[in-house]
Protein backbone atom coordinates (compact mmCIF):
# COMPACT_ATOMS: atom_id res chain seq x y z
CA UNK A 1 0.00 0.00 0.00
CA UNK A 2 1.19 3.48 -0.56
CA UNK A 3 -1.15 6.07 1.64
CA UNK A 4 -0.67 9.54 0.46
CA UNK A 5 -3.81 11.11 2.26
CA UNK A 6 -2.19 11.87 5.64
CA UNK A 7 -4.15 15.32 6.18
CA UNK A 8 -7.10 12.89 6.40
CA UNK A 9 -5.70 11.21 8.67
CA UNK A 10 -2.31 9.67 9.91
CA UNK A 11 -1.71 6.30 11.27
CA UNK A 12 -0.99 5.82 15.25
CA UNK A 13 2.18 5.39 16.41
CA UNK A 14 3.31 2.00 18.16
CA UNK A 15 4.71 4.52 21.51
CA UNK A 16 1.25 6.58 21.51
CA UNK A 17 -0.90 3.47 21.38
CA UNK A 18 1.35 1.81 24.26
CA UNK A 19 0.79 4.62 26.15
CA UNK A 20 -3.13 4.49 25.55
CA UNK A 21 -3.07 0.90 26.73
CA UNK A 22 -0.81 1.47 29.83
CA UNK A 23 -2.82 4.35 30.72
CA UNK A 24 -6.20 2.48 30.17
CA UNK A 25 -5.25 -0.95 32.25
CA UNK A 26 -3.12 0.98 34.62
CA UNK A 27 -4.47 4.26 35.75
CA UNK A 28 -8.41 4.12 35.39
CA UNK A 29 -9.96 6.54 38.05
CA UNK A 30 -11.96 9.09 37.79
CA UNK A 31 -9.43 12.28 37.72
CA UNK A 32 -12.72 13.71 39.68
CA UNK A 33 -12.31 11.62 42.52
CA UNK A 34 -11.06 12.57 45.99
CA UNK A 35 -9.48 9.16 46.66
CA UNK A 36 -6.19 8.09 45.90
CA UNK A 37 -6.85 6.52 42.02
CA UNK A 38 -8.68 9.69 41.69
CA UNK A 39 -5.43 11.75 42.25
CA UNK A 40 -2.93 9.86 40.49
CA UNK A 41 -5.52 9.85 37.11
CA UNK A 42 -5.70 13.89 37.66
CA UNK A 43 -1.90 14.04 38.19
CA UNK A 44 -1.12 12.09 34.89
CA UNK A 45 -3.68 14.90 33.03
CA UNK A 46 -1.60 17.74 34.55
CA UNK A 47 1.19 16.24 33.71
CA UNK A 48 -0.24 15.76 30.07
CA UNK A 49 -1.43 19.52 29.79
CA UNK A 50 2.05 21.05 31.42
CA UNK A 51 4.13 18.36 28.67
CA UNK A 52 1.82 19.87 25.95
CA UNK A 53 2.08 23.55 27.17
CA UNK A 54 6.12 23.43 27.45
CA UNK A 55 6.15 22.07 23.74
CA UNK A 56 4.18 25.10 22.29
CA UNK A 57 5.43 28.07 24.13
CA UNK A 58 1.75 27.98 26.07
CA UNK A 59 2.92 28.62 30.20
CA UNK A 60 0.33 31.34 30.12
CA UNK A 61 -2.35 29.13 28.73
CA UNK A 62 -5.00 26.44 29.47
CA UNK A 63 -5.31 23.08 27.84
CA UNK A 64 -9.07 22.16 27.61
CA UNK A 65 -9.41 18.40 25.95
CA UNK A 66 -11.84 17.23 23.79
CA UNK A 67 -13.36 14.64 21.60
CA UNK A 68 -11.76 16.09 18.09
CA UNK A 69 -10.84 19.84 16.77
CA UNK A 70 -14.05 20.13 15.50
CA UNK A 71 -15.53 20.36 18.99
CA UNK A 72 -12.50 22.56 20.14
CA UNK A 73 -13.38 24.94 17.56
CA UNK A 74 -17.33 25.01 18.48
CA UNK A 75 -16.35 25.73 21.79
CA UNK A 76 -14.00 28.41 21.59
CA UNK A 77 -15.73 30.46 18.40
CA UNK A 78 -19.14 30.22 20.79
CA UNK A 79 -17.72 29.99 24.03
CA UNK A 80 -16.27 34.03 22.75
CA UNK A 81 -19.29 34.74 20.81
CA UNK A 82 -22.25 33.68 23.64
CA UNK A 83 -19.81 34.68 26.26
CA UNK A 84 -19.66 38.53 24.46
CA UNK A 85 -23.07 38.92 22.88
CA UNK A 86 -23.55 42.01 24.77
CA UNK A 87 -19.92 43.71 23.66
CA UNK A 88 -20.47 42.99 20.16
CA UNK A 89 -21.68 40.58 17.16
CA UNK A 90 -18.71 41.48 14.44
CA UNK A 91 -16.99 38.48 13.85
CA UNK A 92 -14.46 37.84 11.20
CA UNK A 93 -13.05 34.47 9.27
CA UNK A 94 -12.20 33.65 5.71
CA UNK A 95 -13.97 32.22 2.86
CA UNK A 96 -11.44 29.14 3.17
CA UNK A 97 -11.45 27.47 6.83
CA UNK A 98 -11.92 24.05 7.25
CA UNK A 99 -15.71 23.46 7.84
CA UNK A 100 -15.92 22.92 11.30
CA UNK A 101 -15.12 26.81 11.56
CA UNK A 102 -17.00 28.09 8.49
CA UNK A 103 -19.76 26.36 9.30
CA UNK A 104 -20.13 27.59 12.93
CA UNK A 105 -19.52 30.91 11.25
CA UNK A 106 -22.52 30.11 9.02
CA UNK A 107 -24.90 28.82 12.24
CA UNK A 108 -24.08 31.95 13.59
CA UNK A 109 -24.71 34.55 10.97
CA UNK A 110 -27.63 32.77 10.76
CA UNK A 111 -28.74 33.27 14.77
CA UNK A 112 -28.07 36.89 14.09
CA UNK A 113 -24.39 37.56 14.17
CA UNK A 114 -22.30 40.06 11.51
CA UNK A 115 -19.98 38.16 9.98
CA UNK A 116 -17.28 39.05 7.77
CA UNK A 117 -15.57 36.48 5.56
CA UNK A 118 -12.71 37.34 4.25
CA UNK A 119 -11.12 36.45 0.38
CA UNK A 120 -7.98 35.22 -0.37
CA UNK A 121 -5.85 35.75 -3.15
CA UNK A 122 -5.14 32.99 -5.87
CA UNK A 123 -2.48 30.99 -3.25
CA UNK A 124 -5.61 31.15 -1.15
CA UNK A 125 -3.73 33.76 1.42
CA UNK A 126 -5.65 36.64 2.89
CA UNK A 127 -4.45 39.69 2.69
CA UNK A 128 -3.80 41.50 6.51
CA UNK A 129 -4.44 45.08 5.01
CA UNK A 130 -8.36 43.52 4.44
CA UNK A 131 -8.36 42.21 7.86
CA UNK A 132 -7.62 45.56 9.64
CA UNK A 133 -9.96 47.38 7.29
CA UNK A 134 -12.57 45.00 8.70
CA UNK A 135 -12.28 45.36 12.30
CA UNK A 136 -15.14 47.50 14.17
CA UNK A 137 -15.46 48.48 17.75
CA UNK A 138 -18.38 45.35 17.76
CA UNK A 139 -15.27 43.21 16.49
CA UNK A 140 -15.40 40.31 19.38
CA UNK A 141 -13.85 37.26 17.47
CA UNK A 142 -11.34 36.52 14.30
CA UNK A 143 -10.53 32.92 13.59
CA UNK A 144 -8.15 32.52 10.79
CA UNK A 145 -6.18 28.93 10.06
CA UNK A 146 -2.43 28.25 10.20
CA UNK A 147 -2.29 26.28 7.05
CA UNK A 148 -5.12 25.38 5.09
CA UNK A 149 -5.89 21.76 4.63
CA UNK A 150 -6.88 21.54 0.95
CA UNK A 151 -3.56 23.54 -0.64
CA UNK A 152 -1.45 24.16 2.03
CA UNK A 153 -1.44 27.57 2.08
CA UNK A 154 0.17 29.48 5.22
CA UNK A 155 -1.82 32.31 6.61
CA UNK A 156 -0.02 34.82 7.56
CA UNK A 157 -0.51 34.35 11.55
CA UNK A 158 2.39 36.18 12.93
CA UNK A 159 1.03 39.63 11.52
CA UNK A 160 -2.54 38.69 12.30
CA UNK A 161 -1.58 38.20 16.01
CA UNK A 162 0.64 41.72 15.73
CA UNK A 163 -2.24 43.60 14.54
CA UNK A 164 -4.82 42.11 17.07
CA UNK A 165 -2.51 42.67 19.73
CA UNK A 166 -3.49 46.23 19.35
CA UNK A 167 -7.08 45.17 20.00
CA UNK A 168 -7.14 43.49 23.32
CA UNK A 169 -10.92 42.75 23.28
CA UNK A 170 -11.13 40.70 20.44
CA UNK A 171 -10.65 36.86 21.00
CA UNK A 172 -7.76 35.84 17.88
CA UNK A 173 -8.50 31.95 17.28
CA UNK A 174 -5.88 30.14 15.02
CA UNK A 175 -7.05 26.21 13.68
CA UNK A 176 -3.75 24.62 14.18
CA UNK A 177 -4.47 21.33 13.13
CA UNK A 178 -2.53 21.37 9.95
CA UNK A 179 0.71 23.46 10.89
CA UNK A 180 1.08 21.25 14.56
CA UNK A 181 4.30 18.81 14.11
CA UNK A 182 5.40 20.51 10.88
CA UNK A 183 5.71 24.01 11.11
CA UNK A 184 6.49 26.11 14.04
CA UNK A 185 3.64 26.46 16.36
CA UNK A 186 4.73 28.99 19.54
CA UNK A 187 1.00 30.39 20.92
CA UNK A 188 2.42 32.95 23.23
CA UNK A 189 4.79 34.27 20.64
CA UNK A 190 2.51 34.42 18.10
CA UNK A 191 -0.20 36.01 20.00
CA UNK A 192 -2.70 33.49 19.82
CA UNK A 193 -5.61 33.61 21.97
CA UNK A 194 -7.28 30.33 21.14
CA UNK A 195 -5.63 27.32 19.54
CA UNK A 196 -7.77 23.96 18.16
CA UNK A 197 -5.43 20.77 17.74
CA UNK A 198 -6.56 17.30 16.14
CA UNK A 199 -4.24 14.28 17.55
CA UNK A 200 -5.64 11.89 14.95
CA UNK A 201 -3.45 14.40 12.33
CA UNK A 202 -0.18 13.94 14.79
CA UNK A 203 -0.28 9.76 14.40
CA UNK A 204 -2.43 10.28 18.00
CA UNK A 205 -5.82 8.53 18.17
CA UNK A 206 -8.68 9.35 16.67
CA UNK A 207 -11.59 11.15 19.29
CA UNK A 208 -9.13 13.44 20.80
CA UNK A 209 -8.27 16.65 20.42
CA UNK A 210 -8.04 20.36 22.72
CA UNK A 211 -8.37 23.94 23.01
CA UNK A 212 -5.69 26.20 23.98
CA UNK A 213 -6.61 28.85 26.32
CA UNK A 214 -5.01 32.01 27.01
CA UNK A 215 -5.51 32.40 30.76
CA UNK A 216 -8.20 35.00 32.03
CA UNK A 217 -10.07 35.08 29.20
CA UNK A 218 -13.85 33.76 29.31
CA UNK A 219 -15.81 31.36 27.39
CA UNK A 220 -19.42 30.44 27.80
CA UNK A 221 -19.20 26.18 28.05
CA UNK A 222 -21.18 24.57 24.96
CA UNK A 223 -21.85 21.11 27.21
CA UNK A 224 -23.07 21.39 30.29
CA UNK A 225 -22.73 18.92 33.20
CA UNK A 226 -19.74 18.71 35.73
CA UNK A 227 -17.10 21.04 36.60
CA UNK A 228 -14.57 18.91 34.34
CA UNK A 229 -11.80 21.08 32.48
CA UNK A 230 -12.37 24.35 34.19
CA UNK A 231 -16.29 24.21 33.56
CA UNK A 232 -15.87 24.27 29.70
CA UNK A 233 -16.18 20.85 28.96
CA UNK A 234 -18.40 19.01 31.06
CA UNK A 235 -17.73 14.99 31.56
CA UNK A 236 -15.82 12.50 32.82
CA UNK A 237 -12.41 13.00 31.19
CA UNK A 238 -10.54 10.48 29.04
CA UNK A 239 -7.38 10.35 30.47
CA UNK A 240 -5.57 7.98 28.74
CA UNK A 241 -6.47 10.00 25.32
CA UNK A 242 -5.07 13.00 27.11
CA UNK A 243 -1.55 11.18 28.13
CA UNK A 244 -1.40 9.66 24.25
CA UNK A 245 -2.06 13.15 22.69
CA UNK A 246 0.80 14.94 25.13
CA UNK A 247 2.99 12.01 23.68
CA UNK A 248 1.97 12.20 19.99
CA UNK A 249 2.80 16.10 20.67
CA UNK A 250 6.30 15.14 21.77
CA UNK A 251 7.03 12.87 19.03
CA UNK A 252 6.42 15.13 16.04
CA UNK A 253 7.53 18.02 17.50
CA UNK A 254 10.77 16.69 18.59
CA UNK A 255 11.27 15.64 14.92
CA UNK A 256 9.91 18.85 13.06
CA UNK A 257 12.98 20.29 11.14
CA UNK A 258 14.08 16.76 10.21
CA UNK A 259 11.05 15.74 9.02
CA UNK A 260 10.40 19.05 7.26
CA UNK A 261 13.43 19.43 5.76
CA UNK A 262 13.01 15.56 4.17
CA UNK A 263 9.30 15.95 3.23
CA UNK A 264 10.25 19.46 1.42
CA UNK A 265 12.24 16.64 -0.86
CA UNK A 266 9.71 14.27 -1.55
CA UNK A 267 7.35 17.46 -2.06
CA UNK A 268 9.70 18.52 -5.19
CA UNK A 269 10.01 15.22 -6.29
CA UNK A 270 6.48 14.77 -6.39
CA UNK A 271 5.92 18.40 -7.76
CA UNK A 272 8.51 17.47 -10.57
CA UNK A 273 6.55 14.60 -11.39
CA UNK A 274 3.05 15.82 -11.42
CA UNK A 275 4.13 18.82 -13.60
CA UNK A 276 4.89 16.89 -17.10
CA UNK A 277 1.04 15.78 -17.57
CA UNK A 278 -0.52 18.72 -19.29
CA UNK A 279 -3.87 17.13 -17.80
CA UNK A 280 -2.64 18.06 -14.07
CA UNK A 281 -2.96 21.73 -13.00
CA UNK A 282 -0.98 22.57 -9.31
CA UNK A 283 -2.96 24.15 -7.06
CA UNK A 284 -0.56 24.14 -4.10
CA UNK A 285 1.35 27.02 -4.19
CA UNK A 286 4.95 27.74 -4.06
CA UNK A 287 5.49 30.41 -1.67
CA UNK A 288 3.80 30.16 1.63
CA UNK A 289 2.58 26.91 1.76
CA UNK A 290 3.18 23.50 3.67
CA UNK A 291 5.06 20.90 1.97
CA UNK A 292 3.09 18.20 3.30
CA UNK A 293 0.02 18.88 0.72
CA UNK A 294 0.23 19.28 -2.48
CA UNK A 295 -3.33 19.60 -4.12
CA UNK A 296 -3.99 19.70 -7.95
CA UNK A 297 -6.92 19.66 -10.58
CA UNK A 298 -7.53 17.38 -13.45
CA UNK A 299 -8.13 18.64 -16.59
CA UNK A 300 -10.60 16.39 -18.83
CA UNK A 301 -10.97 13.43 -16.11
CA UNK A 302 -13.22 13.01 -13.06
CA UNK A 303 -11.66 13.20 -9.44
CA UNK A 304 -12.98 9.85 -8.58
CA UNK A 305 -12.13 8.09 -11.83
CA UNK A 306 -8.66 8.90 -10.78
CA UNK A 307 -8.64 7.98 -7.53
CA UNK A 308 -10.37 4.60 -8.20
CA UNK A 309 -7.62 3.61 -11.18
CA UNK A 310 -4.71 4.31 -8.17
CA UNK A 311 -6.78 2.37 -5.74
CA UNK A 312 -6.19 -0.67 -8.21
CA UNK A 313 -2.73 -0.46 -7.32
CA UNK A 314 -3.11 0.34 -3.45
CA UNK A 315 -2.24 3.59 -3.88
CA UNK A 316 -4.82 6.03 -1.79
CA UNK A 317 -5.28 10.13 -1.92
CA UNK A 318 -8.19 12.09 -1.76
CA UNK A 319 -10.34 13.62 -4.34
CA UNK A 320 -10.62 16.75 -1.88
CA UNK A 321 -10.46 16.92 1.72
CA UNK A 322 -11.88 14.04 4.10
CA UNK A 323 -14.69 16.34 5.30
CA UNK A 324 -15.91 17.18 2.12
CA UNK A 325 -14.98 14.55 -0.27
CA UNK A 326 -18.00 12.33 -0.73
CA UNK A 327 -20.00 15.72 -1.99
CA UNK A 328 -19.24 16.30 -6.06
CA UNK A 329 -19.36 19.78 -6.31
CA UNK A 330 -16.92 22.66 -6.36
CA UNK A 331 -14.80 22.82 -3.71
CA UNK A 332 -15.08 26.24 -2.22
CA UNK A 333 -11.62 26.42 -1.35
CA UNK A 334 -10.95 25.96 -4.96
CA UNK A 335 -13.76 28.61 -6.28
CA UNK A 336 -12.49 31.26 -3.58
CA UNK A 337 -8.69 30.85 -5.22
CA UNK A 338 -10.63 31.68 -8.77
CA UNK A 339 -10.84 27.93 -10.73
CA UNK A 340 -13.27 27.56 -12.22
CA UNK A 341 -15.96 24.76 -11.84
CA UNK A 342 -14.05 21.64 -13.91
CA UNK A 343 -10.97 22.41 -12.05
CA UNK A 344 -13.08 22.86 -8.36
CA UNK A 345 -14.83 19.52 -9.17
CA UNK A 346 -12.02 17.52 -10.28
CA UNK A 347 -9.90 18.23 -7.40
CA UNK A 348 -7.05 15.82 -5.94
CA UNK A 349 -4.89 16.18 -2.89
CA UNK A 350 -1.90 14.43 -1.66
CA UNK A 351 -0.20 14.52 1.18
CA UNK A 352 2.87 13.41 2.74
CA UNK A 353 4.81 12.32 5.99
CA UNK A 354 8.16 11.57 7.15
CA UNK A 355 6.82 7.74 6.78
CA UNK A 356 6.97 8.84 2.70
CA UNK A 357 9.91 7.42 0.79
CA UNK A 358 11.20 8.30 -2.06
CA UNK A 359 10.46 4.77 -3.43
CA UNK A 360 6.94 5.21 -3.38
CA UNK A 361 6.83 8.41 -5.00
CA UNK A 362 8.41 6.83 -8.15
CA UNK A 363 6.06 3.72 -7.85
CA UNK A 364 3.44 6.48 -8.10
CA UNK A 365 5.02 7.92 -11.05
CA UNK A 366 5.13 4.63 -12.62
CA UNK A 367 1.29 4.24 -12.29
CA UNK A 368 0.42 7.52 -13.17
CA UNK A 369 2.25 6.94 -16.52
CA UNK A 370 -0.27 3.93 -17.15
CA UNK A 371 -3.17 5.45 -15.46
CA UNK A 372 -3.16 8.95 -17.94
CA UNK A 373 -2.76 6.44 -21.02
CA UNK A 374 -6.10 3.89 -19.75
CA UNK A 375 -8.24 7.32 -18.96
CA UNK A 376 -7.05 8.92 -22.52
N1 LIG B 1 -9.27 21.69 11.03
C1 LIG B 1 -8.52 21.27 10.02
C2 LIG B 1 -7.62 22.24 9.31
C3 LIG B 1 -8.57 19.93 9.60
O1 LIG B 1 -7.82 19.51 8.57
C4 LIG B 1 -9.45 19.05 10.29
C5 LIG B 1 -9.62 17.66 9.84
O2 LIG B 1 -9.69 17.36 8.67
C6 LIG B 1 -10.20 19.54 11.36
C7 LIG B 1 -10.09 20.87 11.71
C8 LIG B 1 -11.15 18.66 12.13
O3 LIG B 1 -10.44 17.74 12.94
P1 LIG B 1 -11.21 16.60 13.73
O4 LIG B 1 -11.31 15.44 12.79
O5 LIG B 1 -10.34 16.29 14.92
O6 LIG B 1 -12.52 17.15 14.13
Redesign the pocket.
Known amino acids: MIYLDY??TTPVRDEVLESFIKTTKNFWGNPSSIHKLGLISENLLTMARGQMKDLIDAKNYEVIFTG???EA?NLAIKGICFQNATRGKHIITTLVE?P?VFNTFKQLESEGYEVTFLQVDKDGRINVEDLEKSLRDDTILVSI?YVN?EIGTIMPIEEIGEILSKFPKIAYHV?I??ALGRLPVRLADMQIDLA?L?A??IYGLKGS?ALFIKKGLMLKPQQIGGSQEFNLRAGTVDVPSCVALAKAMRLIIEDIDENYKYVKRLNIQLRKILSNYQQIVINSPIENCSPFIINCSLRGIKSETFVHAFEKSKIYFSTK???SSKKNEPSRILRAIGLDEELSTNEIRFSLSHLTTSQEIITFENTLQEVIKELK
Open positions: TSSATSHSMNDVQTSHKGSAC
